[in-house]
């Protein structure tokens, strides 16, 4: 939508530089593109300077020019993203736990930079992680949605549909804690090659998190600016449908108690033996997924807690 990204090699510059392969991105020649990309720019270089050993997982920005009106951003050259990993090696099987326990230590550690400088990702999903050639190191890409947490302005659109978290299509105030619940789904889908919550609206996400995680406290409810357009007064949830027979849209009244959907039992089918310490790694993944995906932002585990996780610390 925004730039297009192009392999490039060095042709000349420093000793060190001739001959290295980078990735251009060259943003779409636009004011309004243009300010976006010298904000992404301005996020990208706040990030490297935070971490001058290139040890958080984050892709680095080289530096950038200007040609014929277009912003260009010069990147490292990585591999493929993540998307096309689990298409080529997971094909509706995703990928193997210890896989997927290597990826989410890499993504907390970028979630943990991320927090230190008070940055919202706000666009987490497997096309925005990139790998290198060999499989083995990622790197969270395009922050061309992030801002400073601090910017909070509410968006029931932000970050794309299937990775958004409650908070943003509620309407309630929202911070670094909604880019976790993308990672959630994110290592979901890694592992399984499914999407955790493929919702046709916003309306019908809520009603995929509610199935599997139970109903929303009233409190976040009320705190939420646009709670009366999923809620009635009684707290039963308006679940707009088709009508199989018209077509037409009609709403249903939801009373959700409890969850209807397992978690454990999506990832762990009782059908399959699995040895004992595969199955332990396996619960621990399930207990960290439930922790990305309180639906309270506030109950969501934080990076730090999560590098200490069993799941990750092994």
Request: aromatic share 8%.
């Amino acid at each position: 939508m925004f730039a297009i990204v192009v392999r490039a090699r060095v042709l000349q510059g420093e000793p060190g530089e001739v001959g290295k392969e980078v990735a251009i991105k060259i943003v779409r020649c636009q004011e309004s593109m243009y300010k976006a990309g010298m904000k992404e720019a301005q996020i990208l270089n706040k990030l490297r300077e935070a971490d001058p050993e290139d040890k958080k997982h984050i892709v680095r920005l080289e530096r950038t020019f200007e040609h014929r009106g277009h912003l260009c951003l010069v990147f490292e050259s990585l591999s493929m993203n993540l998307r096309d990993v689990v298409k080529r090696f997971g094909k509706d099987v995703g990928l193997n736990i210890k896989a997927v326990r290597a990826y989410a230590h890499q993504l907390f550690l970028a979630m943990g930079l991320l927090r230190k400088c008070n940055i919202m990702h706000a666009d987490i999903k497997p096309d925005n992680i990139l790998v290198n050639e060999q499989k083995t190191v990622l790197k969270l890409c395009d922050l061309g949605s992030a801002s400073d947490a601090s910017e909070n302005e509410i968006t029931p659109y932000l970050v794309s549909r299937f990775y958004r978290a409650p908070e943003i299509i509620l309407g309630v105030p929202y911070d670094p804690a909604l880019d976790i619940w993308s990672i959630g789904c994110t290592l979901y889908e890694l592992y399984t090659g499914k999407i955790l919550f493929p919702g046709r609206s916003n309306n019908q996400m809520l009603l995929l998190m509610m199935e599997l995680k139970g109903r929303f406290n009233s409190k976040m409810i009320k705190k939420a600016r646009f709670g009366d357009m999923y809620f009635d007064d009684l707290g039963a949830f308006q679940s707009i449908e088709k009508d199989r027979v018209t077509g037409a849209d009609v709403v249903r009244q939801v009373h959700m108690t409890k969850p209807v959907r397992d978690l454990r039992q999506r990832l762990m089918p009782s059908s399959v033996k699995m040895k004992d310490d595969e199955a332990k790694l396996l619960s621990s993944f399930v207990d960290l997924l439930d922790k990305c995906l309180a639906l309270d932002p506030a109950k969501r585990i934080t990076p730090k807690e999560a590098l200490v996780h069993p799941f990750i610390r092994g």
